[in-house]
């Protein structure tokens, strides 16, 4: 299963690299590190931030998807076909914890700040819908949690009061909006208003601040992301965010003053993709730009001193 609106299945004739992970000596200092996973290659770029400047390269994965951070500056990688997620430290090399996934397909992750409590995101089971499985303090069994509306879960984001906000689908297709509140038994659906999201991407809050990513903006080959205010079990949009040119951006991280994430272009108009960072909230075409991964899907910005380091 992937989570891309252009990919499809994952390619054939690419076979999961054998190859050793590297990373620079002086990535384990660097203040900031953003993490690309590539469905192409099975391999996930380090790169430092914001030069965009390649600073390893971690292998060993059978389909790595989704990403996430935590306030250590830790990073988890759902490694989907593998029924894992992992642990890497900041700029380290190897991993440094496993999860399995009892219940199938893990695709997307997020942290509880507040908790340091592990969600992962089950883009589907083994022979049903997806569900939000929770493992406290990012160990053990997971809890288990979902709404017999979603049928995939694809990405999600804690608030500051600790309630989990995700992006998913029904059966169909069509966009859902959930919100796990804090000590809640099920998933609820959350009505978006102000304009219609066509497909599943990032979950993230910058401040108050809903951010949510639609990997086909107005059903087309484009991405876009809208900022929305939430009251109760509602989402207004509020204001947009267009991505000038972008192709399938899956799951891409917001700061108070960037986006950046990976740009599938090679499957959706036989271009090149690339590494691309975007000003925030203007959007528009991108700051600056790096080749590869070949077909990016997670973003996610490890940060040494914390979250509140990264702008």
Known sequence: MT????????????????????????????????????????????????SLKLSGKLHGFDSPQGECGDASGNI???????????EYAHGGAKPIASLADPLGYPGGCAVDPSTGDLAVMNIADFSDAGAILIYKNARGTPQVYGNSNFFYFYFGGYDRNGNLYVSGATVRGGYLLGVLTRGGKSVS??????????????????????????QRCNGRAGSCFYRLRVSGRTA????????????????????????????????????????????????GKPASSVPGPRVPIGAVLSVANGPSAAR
């Open 236 to 283: 207004r949009i509020a204001g947009a965010t267009p991505l000038r040119g972008s192709c399938d951006v899956v799951q891409a991280w917001v700061t108070p003053t960037r986006i950046v994430g990976g740009d599938d272009a090679a499957y959706c108009r036989n271009g090149r993709s690339s590494t691309d960072l975007w000003p925030y909230p203007a959007g």
């Open 189 to 214: 659906l959350v009505k978006v208003t102000g304009g219609t999201l066509y497909f599943p991407g990032t979950v993230a809050w910058v401040g108050t601040t809903l951010v949510l990513g639609d």
């Open 3 to 50: 989570l891309g609106s252009c990919t499809g299945v994952v390619p054939a004739n690419v076979a999961r690299s054998d190859a050793t992970s590297w990373m620079d000596p002086g990535a384990k200092s660097a203040s900031q590190l953003l993490y690309v996973s590539d469905l192409g290659t099975f391999d996930v770029y380090v790169y430092q931030f914001p």
């Open 76 to 86: 988890w990688i759902a490694d989907t076909k593998s029924n894992k997620v992992r």
